[in-house]
């Protein structure tokens, strides 16, 4: 059980174009969804934090009006990567968590890697 | 200071041998620690989460040293598939507060 699906699994664009990518809870219903960044040789680092039907948190750093995150029901949120640049280019990994007895496990997606050109 | 702070490695060890890895995390208020296991160009996985009587799941086990601030995992017996990236993982209070990544440490486990 706890799976959570990403798509695309990877993506090419052009520098200027959006890009939306999709993080759905096959099994379970999502409270909570987290997005994720990671560069190579680097950590993960979490972007933003969407609870359903509400606004997401943003870290520090992390431009909400480039990186447009939307938890529209229990089992899905998206964020598109809006007027993307190579720098931009990386693993997009996103996690699902539930309310219940694991409140601290997040489930995590199997990433989404962006490259932009 | 990173909040967690793993040694890169890599850690070249043969078959058969017993590897340790520690971690050191910042926020003493910090009350979940977990270890996870990376691939190459994959999601990372929960390994075994940390508590403070310590814990073993087979091959591995987990420590937690709060007064010092450090987790270790301990790896016995490797096998050519343990190669992987271990993540240091650490969580502020219970609930839904964000997960801390550690840059992890890489093992490589030759024949």
């Known amino acids: 059980g706890a799976v959570v699906s990403q798509h695309p699994s990877w993506v090419i664009c052009k520098s200027g174009t959006s890009v939306k990518i999709e993080c759905r809870s096959l099994?379970?219903?999502?409270?909570?969804m987290f997005w994720y960044r990671q560069f190579p040789k680097q950590s993960l680092m979490l972007m933003a934090t969407s609870n359903e039907g509400s606004k997401a948190t943003y870290e520090q750093g992390v431009e909400k009006d480039k990186f447009l995150i939307n938890h529209a029901s229990l089992t899905l949120s998206t964020l598109t990567v809006t007027s993307a640049h190579p720098e931009d280019s990386s693993f997009y990994i996103c996690?699902?968590?539930?309310?219940?007895?694991?409140?601290?496990?997040?489930?995590f997606g199997p990433g989404t890697r962006l490259t932009v050109l | 200071r990173k909040e967690v702070e793993q040694d890169p490695g890599p850690f070249n060890v043969p078959e058969g041998a017993t590897v340790a890895f520690n971690c050191t995390y910042s926020?003493?208020?910090?009350?979940?620690f977990f270890w996870y296991r990376q691939d190459c160009r994959k999601e990372p996985k929960l390994l075994m989460s940390?508590?403070?009587s310590g814990n073993e799941d087979g091959r591995f086990t987990a420590q937690l040293n709060r007064a010092s601030q450090y987790i270790s995992l301990l790896i016995r017996d490797s096998k050519l598939s343990d190669s992987a990236t271990y993540l240091c993982v650490v969580n502020g209070n219970t609930g839904f507060q964000k997960l801390v990544f550690g840059t992890g440490t890489r093992l490589l486990v030759s024949p």
């Open positions: 926020n003493s208020a910090s009350q979940s």
């Open positions: 940390v508590y403070s």
């Open positions: 099994d379970f219903q999502a409270t909570t």
């Open positions: 996690s699902a968590a539930t309310s219940g007895r694991d409140t601290d496990t997040q489930y």
